[in-house]
C-alpha cells in the first residue's frame, strides 16, 4: 500500500520522464522546411501545397493577414478549410504568419483559435514601428505589453506564439525586445528568428551575440539572406539568393543544433526574381537544397 505522498511523488517523475522523453524525441525530430506562401499568391490552396510538395518543402507557412492567403475577417470559416486543402496535398502547416499586434484586434481570437483547433502549432504577430519620438524606452514598453497580452491568449488557445526580428521595426536588434519576452512564459512565447535581419541590424559580432540570446527560446526560424551595395545613392542592403549574402549559415546551423531546435524553417524569397510561378518555384528549390545543406 502507498501512502499518499509517495504516490505524489511517483506521479512526478513519471511526468519528468515523459518531458525528458518527449524533448528528446523533439530534439531529434527532421525539422520541416516550409515555404511562405507569400510568394505564391495567385495559387489557390490546394494548388499551393501540391506546388509546395511538388518543390520538395514539407510545409507551408500560412498567411492569414490582409491580402494573404486566408483573410483575417475570415479565419473562422476559411482557416480551416484551407487547413485542410493543403494538408490533402501531403504538406503541413505547423505555423502561421500574421499582422497581429494586440490581443484586442477583432480577429485575434478568431484567427488563434481556428488555428488552433486545425493543429497549427506556432502563429507568427504583426510588427511594432518605432515613431519619431525619443521616448525610446516608452515605444518598447508598449511593444511589450502588447506581446504580453498576445502570449495570454496564445496560451488560452493552445498555440505558440513567435516573435519576428524585422529589420527597422522594434525588436530587430533583439537587445531591445529581449527583456520583455523574458518574463513571459517561454511555453508559449519565444522568438520566429530571422538570421538575415539580425544581420542587418548587427553586422559585426552583435548579431551572433543576439542569436545566442534568443536560441533557448527559438519557436521558428525565417531564412533569407542579404548584402551590402553601392549604388550612387550611396551604401544599401540588398535582398539575394540563400548563400549568396552575409549571413554565416554554418554558424546558425551551428547554433540551431545546440539549441537542439526542431522547430518550423520557413524559406523566404524576397529578392527579385522574374515573374511568374515557375520562376519563383525554381528559386525556391534553388533555396530550400541550400538551406537543407545548413541546417540539417
Same mark, same amino acid.
Given at each position: 500500500?502507498?501512502?499518499?505522498?509517495?504516490? /505524489?511523488? %511517483?506521479?512526478?517523475?513519471?511526468?519528468?520522464? +515523459? =518531458?525528458?522523453?518527449? +524533448?528528446?524525441?523533439?530534439?531529434?525530430?527532421?525539422?520541416? @522546411?516550409?515555404?511562405?506562401?507569400?510568394?505564391?499568391?495567385?495559387?489557390?490552396?490546394?494548388?499551393?501545397?501540391?506546388?509546395?510538395?511538388? *518543390?520538395? @518543402?514539407?510545409?507551408?507557412?500560412?498567411?492569414? $493577414?490582409?491580402?494573404?492567403?486566408?483573410?483575417?475577417? $475570415?479565419?473562422?470559416?476559411?482557416?480551416?478549410?484551407? #487547413?485542410?486543402?493543403?494538408?490533402?496535398?501531403?504538406?503541413?502547416?505547423?505555423?502561421? +504568419?500574421?499582422?497581429?499586434?494586440?490581443?484586442?484586434?477583432?480577429?485575434?481570437?478568431?484567427?488563434?483559435?481556428?488555428?488552433?483547433?486545425?493543429?497549427?502549432?506556432?502563429?507568427? =504577430?504583426?510588427?511594432?514601428?518605432?515613431?519619431?519620438?525619443?521616448?525610446?524606452?516608452?515605444?518598447? *514598453? *508598449?511593444?511589450?505589453?502588447?506581446?504580453?497580452?498576445?502570449?495570454?491568449? %496564445?496560451?488560452?488557445?493552445? #498555440?505558440?506564439?513567435?516573435?519576428?526580428?524585422?529589420?527597422?521595426?522594434?525588436?530587430?536588434?533583439?537587445?531591445? /525586445?529581449?527583456?520583455? #519576452?523574458? $518574463?513571459?512564459?517561454?511555453?508559449?512565447?519565444?522568438?520566429?528568428?530571422?538570421?538575415?535581419?539580425?544581420?542587418?541590424?548587427?553586422?559585426?559580432?552583435?548579431?551572433?551575440?543576439? =542569436?545566442?540570446?534568443?536560441?533557448?527560446?527559438?519557436?521558428?526560424?525565417?531564412?533569407?539572406?542579404?548584402?551590402?551595395?553601392?549604388?550612387?545613392?550611396?551604401?544599401? /542592403?540588398?535582398?539575394?539568393?540563400?548563400?549568396?549574402?552575409?549571413?554565416?549559415?554554418?554558424?546558425?546551423? $551551428?547554433?540551431?543544433?545546440?539549441?537542439? @531546435? %526542431?522547430?518550423? /524553417?520557413?524559406?523566404?524569397?524576397?529578392?527579385?526574381?522574374?515573374?511568374?510561378?515557375?520562376?519563383?518555384?525554381?528559386?525556391?528549390?534553388?533555396?530550400?537544397?541550400? *538551406?537543407?545543406? @545548413?541546417? +540539417?
Amino acid at each position: 500500500m502507498f501512502t499518499r505522498r509517495e504516490l /505524489i511523488r %511517483a506521479a512526478g517523475q513519471a511526468a519528468l520522464l +515523459t =518531458t525528458v522523453v518527449h +524533448t528528446r524525441v523533439s530534439a531529434q525530430s527532421p525539422r520541416v @522546411f516550409c515555404l511562405f506562401s507569400k510568394h505564391l499568391p495567385e495559387l489557390n490552396w490546394g494548388d499551393l501545397g501540391r506546388a509546395v510538395k511538388d *518543390a520538395g @518543402f514539407e510545409g507551408v507557412d500560412l498567411t492569414v $493577414r490582409p491580402g494573404g492567403h486566408v483573410l483575417p475577417e $475570415r479565419a473562422a470559416d476559411d482557416l480551416p478549410r484551407a #487547413i485542410e486543402a493543403l494538408t490533402a496535398q501531403g504538406v503541413k502547416v505547423p505555423m502561421i +504568419t500574421t499582422d497581429l499586434t494586440s490581443a484586442n484586434a477583432p480577429a485575434a481570437r478568431p484567427i488563434l483559435q481556428a488555428a488552433a483547433k486545425a493543429g497549427v502549432r506556432y502563429f507568427k =504577430t504583426g510588427y511594432w514601428r518605432y515613431s519619431s519620438s525619443p521616448d525610446v524606452r516608452a515605444q518598447v *514598453a *508598449a511593444a511589450g505589453t502588447a506581446l504580453e497580452g498576445l502570449a495570454a491568449l %496564445a496560451r488560452e488557445y493552445g #498555440i505558440e506564439m513567435g516573435f519576428h526580428n524585422h529589420q527597422a521595426y522594434i525588436g530587430a536588434a533583439l537587445w531591445d /525586445i529581449a527583456p520583455h #519576452i523574458d $518574463r513571459l512564459d517561454a511555453r508559449w512565447a519565444g522568438y520566429y528568428f530571422d538570421p538575415r535581419h539580425a544581420v542587418a541590424e548587427g553586422g559585426g559580432g552583435a548579431w551572433k551575440a543576439a =542569436t545566442h540570446l534568443v536560441a533557448s527560446r527559438l519557436k521558428m526560424v525565417a531564412v533569407k539572406d542579404c548584402r551590402w551595395v553601392k549604388s550612387a545613392k550611396g551604401w544599401a /542592403i540588398e535582398n539575394c539568393p540563400l548563400g549568396e549574402g552575409q549571413v554565416d549559415w554554418t554558424f546558425v546551423g $551551428r547554433v540551431l543544433g545546440d539549441a537542439q @531546435f %526542431a522547430g518550423p /524553417i520557413s524559406v523566404h524569397l524576397e529578392y527579385e526574381i522574374p515573374p511568374g510561378t515557375t520562376h519563383t518555384l525554381d528559386a525556391a528549390k534553388r533555396d530550400l537544397a541550400v *538551406a537543407r545543406r @545548413f541546417l +540539417t
